[in-house]
C-alpha cells in the first residue's frame, strides 16, 4: 500500500514534466512536420497515462480506508469476543462455587439427617419396650389374685392404678401436646435449610438465628448459613459479620475453613484485595486438601499479577 501510495505521485510528477518539456522543445528543419507527429503522439499517450494514474490514486485511495475500516471493525469484534469470554468465565466461576457450597450443604444434611434418624428409632425402641413392660406387669397382678377379698383388693388396686393411670395421663397428654407444639431444634434446622436450598433467604435466616440462638450441636452450621444467607441477599456487612462469628465463637467447627474463605471472599469483593489474598494463602496453609483451600486457590489465580500489598 505505502510503496504504491509514494508511487503514484511521483510518476505523476514525471509524467507532467516530460509532457511540459516535450511542449517546450523547438522543432527545426525539415524533419520539422514528422517530429510534430511524433511529439503530439507522445504527448497524447503522456497523457493517458496521468488519467490513469489519477484513476489508481483513486482506486489505492478506496482501497485503503476499506482496508482500515476492515482492520477496525476486527479489533472491535476482537475486543467484545474477549470481553464475553471474561464474563462467562466469571460467571462459571460463581456457578461453580455455589455449586461446591451446596454439595457441601447437602453432604452436611445428609450427615445430620442420619444422626438424627438414629435417634428417632432408639426413642421409638425405647418406648416399644416401655409399652411391653407395662403391659406384662398388668396380667401379673390380675392372675396373682385369684378371687374372693384377694379379687376384691385386686379390683381397689387396679381402680387406684387407673385413677392414677388417669390422672397421669392427662398431664402425660398435654405435656405431649406441648412437645409436639414445639418443634425440635433438627426440625428448624432441617426446615431453614430447605427455605434456603429454594432461595427462601430471609425465612431460612430466621430458622437458623432460632437454631444458633437455641444452642447445640447444631449452633456453629446455623450461624454459618445465617452468613450464606446474607451473602446471597448481597448484604456483605452483615454476612461478614456472621462468618467472623463461625471463625471467633467455634474454633472447631466442621466450617470453619469455609467461613475463612468467605471471609476472603467478602473482603475482596469490599475492593480490600490485599488483605483477601493474605486470608487465601492462609487457608492454603492451615486447611491444604478440603474444599476452601480448592476454593482460595482458584481465587487466588483469578487475582491480578502484582505486589499483593497494592
Request: proline share 3%; charged share 25%; aromatic share 4%.
Amino acid at each position: 500500500m505505502k510503496s504504491l501510495r509514494t508511487a503514484s505521485p511521483a510518476a505523476a510528477l514525471v509524467a507532467a514534466t516530460l509532457l511540459g518539456c516535450l511542449s517546450a522543445t523547438p522543432l527545426l528543419g525539415e524533419t520539422r512536420a514528422g517530429a510534430q507527429r511524433d511529439q503530439n503522439r507522445i504527448v497524447s499517450e503522456i497523457r493517458q497515462i496521468q488519467v490513469q494514474l489519477a484513476t489508481l490514486v483513486e482506486a489505492q485511495t478506496a482501497l485503503s480506508q476499506a482496508v482500515e475500516a476492515l482492520l477496525a471493525d476486527r479489533e472491535e469484534a476482537l475486543t467484545a469476543d474477549r470481553q464475553s469470554r471474561a464474563e462467562t468465565m466469571n460467571t462459571l466461576e460463581r456457578m461453580e462455587r455455589s455449586v461446591a457450597t451446596l454439595s457441601e450443604s447437602f453432604r452436611d444434611t445428609n450427615a445430620r439427617l442420619s444422626a438424627l434418624m438414629v435417634e428417632v428409632e432408639s426413642v421409638r425402641e425405647a418406648q416399644r419396650r416401655a409399652a411391653l413392660l407395662g403391659g406384662g406387669s398388668g396380667e401379673a397382678d390380675g392372675t396373682a389374685l385369684p378371687g374372693g377379698e384377694e379379687a376384691g383388693a385386686a379390683e381397689v388396686a387396679a381402680g387406684d392404678e387407673a385413677s392414677q393411670e388417669q390422672g397421669s395421663g392427662e398431664g402425660g397428654a398435654e405435656e405431649e401436646a406441648t412437645v409436639l407444639d414445639e418443634p425440635s431444634v433438627a426440625e428448624i434446622y432441617l426446615q431453614a435449610d430447605s427455605d434456603y436450598l429454594q432461595g427462601r433467604y430471609d425465612l431460612a435466616f430466621t430458622g437458623f438465628e432460632r437454631v444458633a440462638d437455641l444452642g447445640g450441636e447444631l449452633a456453629d452450621n446455623a450461624r454459618y448459613f445465617m452468613g450464606e444467607c446474607r451473602l446471597a441477599q448481597d448484604r456483605l456487612d452483615d454476612a461478614l459479620d456472621h462468618f467472623v462469628s463461625v471463625i471467633d465463637d467455634f474454633p472447631e467447627s466442621s466450617k470453619i475453613g469455609e467461613a475463612w474463605y468467605k471471609r476472603g471472599l467478602i473482603l475482596g469483593r469490599m475492593g480490600h484485595e490485599s488483605d483477601a489474598r493474605e486470608i487465601f494463602e492462609s487457608i492454603l496453609d492451615v486447611f491444604a486438601g478440603t474444599t476452601a483451600a480448592r476454593l482460595a486457590q482458584r481465587e487466588l489465580d483469578a487475582m491480578p499479577p502484582g505486589d499483593p500489598g497494592v
